[in-house]
């Protein structure tokens, strides 16, 4: 058995983008996403958004789930991260990323990234029209 904590996410997105996505998870998978927390970057200075980040992470293993690369809410992950080993900044969040997280989060944190990237990735696509 693993003696390691459970992995926990944060998802930090603009405005109200990441409680609809932590929402989302919840309809879907139950309990389970119990151990995402949503974050805004509404109103919040960068500096502020770190607090609250380094706030909700503790010191459990924890993936910072932020909407794009390069924004504010990009940039107040990777500063509360820097230095930190068991924190991952995950950049373009997206549900089937959440959702494979939410029901695999026992993994250790370098074999749930890899994975879950995989699957975000994977859920990509344009399916055919039907005629």
Same mark, same amino acid.
């Given at each position: 058995?693993?003696? !390691?904590? &459970?992995?926990?996410?944060?998802?930090?997105?603009?405005?109200?983008?990441?409680? %609809?996505?932590?929402?989302?998870?919840? *309809?879907?998978?139950?309990?389970?996403?119990?151990?995402?927390?949503?974050?805004?970057?509404? %109103?919040?200075?960068?500096? !502020?958004?770190?607090? @609250? &980040?380094?706030?909700?992470?503790?010191?459990?293993?924890?993936?910072?789930?932020?909407?794009?690369?390069?924004?504010?809410?990009?940039?107040?992950?990777?500063?509360?991260?820097? !230095?930190?080993?068991?924190?991952?900044?995950?950049?373009?969040?997206?549900?089937?990323?959440?959702?494979?997280?939410?029901?695999?989060? @026992?993994?250790?944190?370098?074999?749930?990234?890899? *994975?879950? &990237? @995989?699957?975000?990735?994977?859920?990509?696509?344009?399916?055919?029209?039907? *005629?």
């Amino acid at each position: 058995m693993n003696s !390691q904590p &459970l992995a926990r996410g944060v998802v930090v997105a603009h405005g109200p983008m990441a409680r %609809g996505m932590v929402e989302a998870v919840r *309809r879907i998978a139950g309990d389970a996403a119990d151990a995402l927390e949503a974050l805004s970057n509404e %109103g919040k200075s960068p500096e !502020q958004l770190k607090v @609250e &980040l380094d706030a909700a992470a503790g010191d459990d293993p924890v993936v910072v789930f932020v909407d794009i690369q390069a924004g504010s809410c990009c940039m107040a992950a990777l500063s509360s991260c820097r !230095q930190r080993t068991r924190r991952v900044v995950v950049c373009g969040v997206n549900l089937p990323m959440l959702l494979d997280f939410v029901f695999h989060r @026992e993994l250790p944190i370098e074999e749930l990234v890899p *994975r879950m &990237l @995989e699957k975000g990735r994977g859920a990509i696509t344009q399916p055919p029209v039907p *005629r």
